[in-house]
């Protein structure tokens, strides 16, 4: 009865993602959240496969979050994004690589648009002419950086010093996946492989030896939904997706979770903790919370950089049960120590990820 | 008259046997072409059949019995894939040799059953314990009704309209007999485990037969199968390999989810690969669902566009076996008239139905 | 106004010769595709906004064709325009686009009119 299909419905999906010459946008939220990630990035195109990825500091935000807010309007937001492909015409570039999967879903949004309305397009041209003196050519491809580090998932597992396999049992960590919606939902043929079985992050995971879950709310939403988080009264409306989420993966025991968009890390990482300072309850298998990772610091862990590098303690949900699974080393006595040597402080331990750190009264309120 | 008339029926399926043998009865000369190497078509593969939970084989006997009565020239393994026009004969081509000549042809080619992996929201083909209702009437036939984990379901979901009544994958009609075929299978689901829950997810209950609502009845006071009126949105895996499938239960107004132990998709009726080839080498049209057109809806059932050539079965829209039986005596009669009027006739019937419609419409 | 310590019941009966059905006729004439709704529910099965709050979009599309009004505006708001309905509907009803439709006539003058009635 069962014939492969999975395999053959991704297959359906591919896109073409550049090799080199990238123009890099950032993320808002991800240098707060997730500080390692891009530097990681960065660092692993530039040095370790000696890609040309050019930024820009006059780049702005996207607007997706006042977009998806309800405050910025569609014209606004698309003649912002006219002005980035501006400054990467200018700067000479074609591709597009972008850090948040909320401005790449608004970047292909926008893109088709203009495909379905060239007439709008015309319009946005003029506008950005009008308000900055600048216009711009479409770029050739965009990509998530996730389907960027998707490509090279196979030089990494060259260079892999830590492969996804549980040192205790010899076993391939169980590993759930998140792609979130604005990443292949809205537009299936812009993700790797679609949005029902997709593989950017699953591609990832297999490649550098670990198993994905394919649980029943796998393609279910992070609870984020903008409005939900952004107005405090909904906030139990954005965690309440989250813990579907939560319980539906919870029998599988998974080892930890991979997100791609910045706003899925932060949510399945903080309601967690929520959920569990609410309702009492604490997932993962050891009952210290599923630890939740972006696919940069992934990349990072397997690849042998310092866990507190990567900007791992800035999570909710504490990482070392995953790191000790994957025997890495750390020193639990720098988790919060920079590299200059400054202490950025020692968070609040909630008593439900208590991981025998130094417990409260030396905190500094982080989270 | 020296010259007996022959006739090709393309298709071994009911609707292919029952025309070949009305047409022999009415002394004519039959070849029975049939692609696969055994008759029977898909009823060879059902356990029962509905309303009155006959076994499948036994109505297939007779069906056999009658025709080996005849001497119908049964010819299995041929793939007919072309057609020649020769003055008012028609032959038909085997590979690249001359097959036959006749004076008719009936399409008997058939349905095949929508492939459930186009729903693949359904999860058939990746998840172990999503089934079709074909599957099911194999493991009827097996005796055995086992999950991949090799257990007995503790609970069974039926989904009506897997790849009918729905325009995401092109299919408009209804394949009329899947509402009946499924309270007929948790029906023989429940008498074959007692202890196993049965539920039918439906949209709408089409019990069009004589009998059928009230086994629709006898489904739900009898036999306790639940139904619940909702479309499924998806089905998913879970860790022990039970399907997790949710609808909206729109009775109550809520969404629902359930766990299943199996899931059986009742997979719809569409034109056969063999009923579109011979339709279009053929110049047959094609009706807005692609099964066969025919002249008329009610009185030229079994005509098509094209003189000689003629249509019996499920060919030409979905179908039970007991109009499909209904249908081929009457494309056995249709061929009969065909065969006997003369041109002239022919024209002068042309004429007088014209004129009988024109008089009508002044009227 | 005497008071009884009790009110007359309102009627929750559809009133289908009384109600105003100019609504319906608006949005259908935007959105033709909602008249081939056959209520299988396979839109608010699958909807995120379903699950944790009231919303039903096939209710509302009942509604709307009955010519209930009263709860439409409220009703709609929990949609989050994610179109996961519409990728479901086996009729292929444009769900998103009746949204739409409906968000656009609460700005017509007919709205206005249907709100003082509502309210009488």
Redesign the interface.
């Known amino acids: 009865m069962e014939n492969n299909n999975q395999k053959f419905i991704w297959r359906e999906y591919q896109k073409e993602i550049a090799d080199d010459h990238f123009f890099y946008v950032r993320s808002c939220i991800r240098q707060a959240f997730f500080p390692g990630s891009e530097t990681f990035f960065l660092s692993f195109m530039r040095n370790q496969l000696g890609k040309d990825v050019f930024e820009d500091a006059r780049h702005t935000t996207c607007t997706g979050i006042g977009f998806h807010g309800d405050v910025v309007p569609h014209e606004t937001i698309m003649t912002v994004v006219a002005r980035h492909f501006a400054l990467m015409t200018e700067a000479g570039y074609r591709h597009v690589a972008i850090s948040c999967v909320t401005s790449f879903g608004i970047y292909s949004e926008i893109l088709e648009t203009w495909k379905h309305f060239p007439e709008i397009e015309e319009k946005i041209h003029q506008k950005l002419i009008l308000a900055t003196g600048r216009d711009f050519n479409k770029p050739d491809t965009i990509a998530h950086t996730s389907d960027i580090i998707y490509k090279f998932r196979n030089e990494v597992a060259a260079k892999m010093k830590y492969p996804l396999i549980n040192l205790n049992t010899g076993e391939p960590l169980k590993v759930v996946e998140h792609i979130g919606c604005h990443y292949s939902k809205m537009f299936p043929q812009y993700g790797v492989g679609g949005a029902e079985f997709p593989q950017v992050l699953a591609g990832m995971i297999k490649a550098w030896g670990g198993e994905v879950v394919d649980y029943p709310e796998r393609r279910h939403c992070c609870g984020f939904g903008f409005r939900q988080y952004l107005v405090q009264a909904n906030r139990g409306y954005s965690a309440a997706n989250s813990k579907k989420k939560f319980d539906s993966m919870q029998s599988y025991e998974p080892d930890f979770i991979l997100c791609n968009c910045p706003g899925c890390t932060m949510f399945m990482d903080k309601w967690q903790y929520t959920i569990a300072e609410l309702e009492d309850t604490v997932y993962g298998k050891e009952g210290l919370g599923i630890p939740v990772l972006t696919y940069e610091e992934l990349a990072g862990l397997v690849l042998g950089y310092d866990p507190w590098d990567l900007g791992l303690q800035m999570h909710q949900i504490p990482v070392e049960t995953l790191l000790d699974k994957l025997g890495i080393n750390y020193d639990p006595e720098k988790k919060f120590i920079t590299q200059k040597g400054e202490n950025i402080g020692t968070p609040l331990i909630p008593q439900h990820y208590n991981i025998g750190l130094k417990t409260a009264g030396t905190h500094s309120g982080c989270c | 008259m020296t010259n007996i008339k022959k006739i090709a029926v393309l298709g071994g399926g009911v609707a292919g046997m029952e025309t070949s043998i009305q047409l022999n009865r009415l002394g004519y000369q039959v070849d029975l072409i049939e692609i696969e190497d055994k008759l029977g078509g898909h009823v060879r593969n059902w356990y029962k059949l509905f309303p009155d939970h006959k076994p499948a084989d036994e109505f297939l006997e007779k069906l056999i019995s009658n025709l080996s009565a005849t001497d119908v020239q049964i010819k299995t393994s041929i793939q007919i894939n072309a057609f020649l026009r020769k003055e008012k004969k028609l032959c038909l081509f085997d590979q690249a040799c001359e097959f036959g000549v006749y004076d008719a042809v009936v399409v008997a080619t058939g349905f095949d059953l929508f492939e459930a992996y186009r729903k693949e929201e359904y999860g058939f083909g990746i998840y172990k314990n999503v089934i079709t209702s074909a599957g099911l009437e194999t493991m009827f036939l097996g005796k055995t009704i086992k999950t991949s984990g090799g257990n007995v379901p503790k609970r069974v979901g039926l989904v009506h309209c897997v790849g009918s009544r729905d325009e995401k994958c092109g299919n408009l009609h209804c394949s009329k007999v899947c509402c009946i075929t499924a309270v007929k299978q948790a029906i023989t689901l429940r008498q074959m485990l007692p202890n196993t829950e049965v539920f039918c997810f439906y949209m709408d209950m089409r019990m069009f037969g004589p009998s059928y609502e009230e086994l629709y009845r006898e489904a739900q006071e009898k036999w306790a199968v639940r139904f619940i009126r909702g479309r499924i949105s998806e089905a998913a895996q879970n860790a022990d390999e039970t399907i997790l499938i949710k609808t909206e239960d729109t009775l109550t107004g809520r969404q629902l989810k359930m766990n299943v132990d199996l899931l059986v998709l009742m997979v719809g009726m569409l034109p056969s690969k063999g009923t579109t080839v011979i339709g279009k080498k053929t110049g047959l049209d094609f009706g807005m669902n692609r099964f066969l057109k025919v002249k008329d809806e009610h009185y030229h059932a079994n005509e098509t566009n094209q003189e000689g050539i003629f249509v019996a079965g499920s060919a030409s829209a979905p179908m039970n076996i007991s109009d499909t039986i209904s249908h081929a005596r009457a494309a056995a009669t249709a061929v009969d008239h065909y065969l006997k009027t003369t041109d002239h006739e022919r024209f002068s019937e042309k004429n007088n139905i014209r004129n009988l419609e024109k008089a009508l419409h002044e009227k | 106004m005497a008071t009884f310590g009790f009110s007359i019941l309102k009627d929750r009966q559809i009133d289908y010769d009384n109600n105003d059905h100019r609504l319906f006729r608006f949005i259908e004439e935007q959105e033709p595709s909602i008249r081939l709704c056959?209520?299988?529910?396979?839109?608010?099965?699958?909807?995120?906004a379903?699950?944790?709050?009231g919303f039903?979009y096939?209710?509302l599309n009942y509604l709307l064709m009955r010519g209930e009004t009263e709860h439409l505006q409220k009703g709609i708001q929990q949609c989050?325009l994610?179109g996961k309905c519409k990728?479901?509907?086996?009729?292929?009803v444009n769900t998103r686009n009746m949204i739409f439709a409906l968000k656009r006539a609460f700005k017509t003058p007919l709205w206005e009119e249907l709100q003082k009635k509502i309210n009488v």
């Open positions: 056959i209520g299988c529910g396979g839109c608010t099965a699958g909807c995120t379903a699950g944790f709050t039903n096939r209710k989050m994610c990728l479901v509907c086996p009729r292929g």
